[in-house]
């Protein structure tokens, strides 16, 4: 149950901090509540990487290391993306290539190929056994993340050549699920465990083996990483219901 203490993740904290400090500064629409929502992102970076979490995730418990992957993929960025403004937004798309990363069809297919492969065996013990290779596979799931999330929120996808319109958003979340499904339902499934460096690892309870291990990872997967792309899909759901149930009245006072 120690925590980590690793100045990098620190380092790496301030200057987002500071970076969105300043762009915030830049830009007339920046609200308090963006700066909250910033931080809350920064929090939940923190509480993945600088807590028991990650100790126990790297070397004990895989299902503890894919709650850390979930914090990491999904949870953080879109708190990290409702910091942002519509302005500031603007000011990130003209830095040159995060336009076209972050348009639907690109950061639908970088954000499953992210997921997909950095749980393949070969690479997932890489990251456990090399701490380059976890920080790298670390920053691919945040910035995978980050690009999911961006078509999907108001503030962001404004500044997208193709804006999605409700129902599209709805079933771009809804493929967005699938890259998780099939690692979480091949982890769930398997009777065999994937990753032998869990397998090794020293079991902190009795008769909870690498293989109940895997299935609870798997689950943690499925039903946890569906939490935020289920809020933003209830979000954009409700609010095209109101749109149209506002545009039904309209009509209805006009007659």
Do not use: C, N
């Given at each position: 149950m120690s925590w980590p203490f690793d100045p990098t993740v620190y380092a790496g904290l301030v200057v987002l901090y500071f970076g969105h400090a300043l762009l915030a500064r830049a830009v007339p629409d920046a609200r308090r509540r963006h700066t909250l929502y910033?931080?809350?992102?920064?929090?939940?970076?923190?509480?993945?990487?600088?807590?028991?979490?990650?100790?126990?995730?790297?070397?004990?418990?895989?299902?503890?290391h894919m709650l850390q992957h979930v914090l990491l993929a999904f949870v953080a960025p879109p708190l990290l993306l409702?910091?942002?403004?519509?302005?500031?937004?603007?000011?990130?798309?003209?830095?040159?290539?995060?336009?076209?990363l972050t348009e639907p069809v690109p950061a639908q297919l970088i954000a499953a190929v992210v997921m997909v492969a950095w749980h393949l065996p070969v690479l997932y013990e890489a990251t456990l056994h090399a701490?380059?290779?976890?920080?790298?596979?670390?920053?691919?799931?945040?910035?995978?993340?980050?690009?999911?999330?961006?078509?999907?929120?108001?503030?962001?996808?404004?500044?997208?050549?193709?804006?999605?319109?409700a129902g599209?958003?709805?079933?771009?979340?809804?493929?967005?699920?699938?890259?998780?499904?099939?690692?979480?339902?091949?982890?769930?499934?398997?009777?065999?465990?994937?990753?032998?460096?869990?397998?090794?690892?020293?079991?902190?309870?009795?008769?909870?083996?690498?293989?109940?291990?895997q299935t609870i990872a798997g689950a943690a997967l499925m039903i946890f990483g569906k939490v935020t792309l289920g809020v933003a899909a209830a979000v954009v759901f409700f609010r095209w219901f109101g749109v149209e149930h506002a545009a039904d009245r309209a009509g209805v006072l006009t007659l």
């Open positions: 910033f931080l809350f992102g920064l929090l939940t970076i923190w509480l993945a990487l600088e807590t028991p979490i990650d100790t126990i995730g790297d070397y004990y418990l895989d299902s503890v409702l910091g942002l403004s519509r302005d500031m937004a603007a000011i990130l798309v003209r830095i040159p290539g995060v336009r076209a701490e380059s290779i976890h920080i790298v596979e670390h920053l691919m799931f945040i910035a995978s993340g980050v690009l999911l999330y961006w078509p999907i929120l108001e503030a962001t996808a404004a500044h997208a050549r193709w804006r999605m319109s599209a958003k709805l079933v771009y979340m809804l493929l967005a699920t699938l890259p998780q499904d099939g690692v979480a339902l091949a982890l769930i499934f398997s009777r065999v465990p994937f990753y032998d460096f869990y397998v090794q690892a020293p079991r902190l309870i009795e008769g909870y083996t690498a293989l109940i291990d």
